[in-house]
């Protein structure tokens, strides 16, 4: 049985399209668990920095007395963080806005805290309080550097849902669009230091 050049052409040409939509849905399905693994690494930053405040609050709590509010507003917006939890691999723009908010306002509160601290000459000489301090700058770098990936890795996943022709597969597929960490709201403005 002879086989007719046209035939081998379409052969030719269905193995080479099957090739590549084989290459092309496992390149996707390798940079979305990229972004899956980047999100991952975001939350165990965040759950490292809501891991140290419990600590830091007790450590402050023998010397500053008279600083509950401060103490109180840290824990509040621990929980507040704790529960605001999303799959950024996932999450709409308003999620993750919502969890970079809750996210602001702990840094937020730990500074406060920590500015108690230096209230206290015999806090601030205290070596629970500086390893713990130490500990969430430390944690604070983690945080920026995985949101830093996290951002680099979903550019590289974006690129390939929209780039052509793999973005026909990706929407053939649900492969979609992944949002990135954005600056806050103000982040471009230098703050004012007044003494």
């Given at each position: 049985?002879?086989?007719?050049?046209s035939?081998?052409?379409?052969?030719a040409?269905?193995?080479?399209?099957?090739?590549?939509?084989?290459?092309?849905?496992?390149?996707?399905?390798?940079?979305?668990?990229?972004?899956?693994?980047?999100?991952?690494?975001?939350?165990?930053?965040?759950?490292?920095?809501?891991?140290?405040?419990?600590?830091?609050?007790?450590t402050?709590?023998?010397?500053?007395?008279h600083?509950?509010e401060?103490?109180?507003?840290?824990?509040?917006?621990?929980?507040?963080?704790?529960?605001?939890?999303?799959?950024?691999?996932?999450?709409?723009?308003?999620?993750?806005?919502?969890?970079?908010?809750?996210?602001?306002?702990?840094?937020?509160?730990?500074?406060?805290?920590?500015?108690?601290?230096?209230?206290?000459?015999?806090?601030?000489?205290?070596?629970?309080?500086?390893?713990?301090?130490?500990?969430?700058?430390?944690?604070?770098?983690?945080?920026?550097?995985?949101?830093?990936?996290?951002?680099?890795?979903?550019?590289?996943?974006?690129?390939?849902?929209?780039?052509?022709?793999?973005?026909?597969?990706?929407?053939?597929?649900?492969?979609?669009?992944?949002?990135?960490?954005?600056?806050?709201?103000?982040?471009?403005?230098a703050?004012?230091?007044?003494?």
């Open positions: 049985m002879k086989i007719s050049k035939l081998m052409v379409l052969i040409i269905v193995a080479v399209a099957a090739i590549w939509g084989f290459s092309s849905y496992n390149g996707l399905v390798s940079k979305q668990t990229e972004v899956e693994k980047a999100s991952a690494n975001v939350q165990s930053a965040y759950q490292r920095r809501a891991d140290l405040v419990p600590n830091l609050v007790e402050v709590k023998g010397y500053a007395k600083e509950e401060t103490l109180k507003s840290v824990v509040e917006a621990r929980a507040k963080a704790m529960q605001t939890q999303v799959d950024l691999a996932n999450a709409t723009p308003e999620q993750i806005k919502a969890f970079q908010q809750a996210q602001s306002e702990l840094g937020g509160a730990l500074g406060k805290l920590i500015a108690v601290g230096e209230s206290y000459p015999d806090l601030k000489a205290n070596q629970n309080f500086l390893d713990l301090q130490h500990q969430l700058e430390g944690t604070e770098n983690r945080i920026n550097e995985a949101r830093n990936a996290f951002n680099s890795t979903v550019a590289e996943y974006n690129k390939s849902v929209r780039s052509f022709p793999t973005n026909l597969l990706a929407g053939m597929f649900g492969f979609e669009k992944t949002e990135s960490f954005q600056a806050e709201e103000g982040a471009q403005k703050p004012q230091v007044k003494f």
